[in-house]
């Protein structure tokens, strides 16, 4: 028994690399987020890109929403649509219509 203890130690060292030295340190781990970045420098110029697109965004709707759009002409007045059997309790039209009373 004592010889296959022996045995068995001898073939883990031999396993592992030979002599039961310590072994070297392993070399420090680079990760992407460590890639010689400075942190602060990267959150103050995605700031930056996040005010001037607030920026930039608001004047093009500002200059969108005041040129002038349009109007629809009026339908035809087709005998199917708005067909009233009973009045509605607001009034004859209907409640989101543009009320047009003579």
Not at 48 to 64: E, M
Request: contains cysteine; charged residues 20%; positive net charge.
């Amino acid at each position: 028994m004592a010889m296959s203890m022996v045995r068995s130690a001898v073939l883990r060292t031999a396993m592992r690399g030979g002599s039961r030295s310590p072994a070297p340190a392993p070399a420090k781990r680079n990760f992407s987020s460590s890639a010689h970045h400075d942190d602060a420098y990267e959150t103050a110029k995605w700031e930056k890109i996040t005010y001037a697109g607030i920026v930039s965004c608001t004047l093009l709707a500002i200059y969108h929403l005041s040129q002038g759009h349009p109007h629809a002409e009026e339908p035809p007045p087709y005998p199917y649509l708005r067909i009233r059997n009973k009045e509605f309790p607001w009034g004859p039209d209907g409640l989101f219509e543009s009320k047009k009373h003579h």
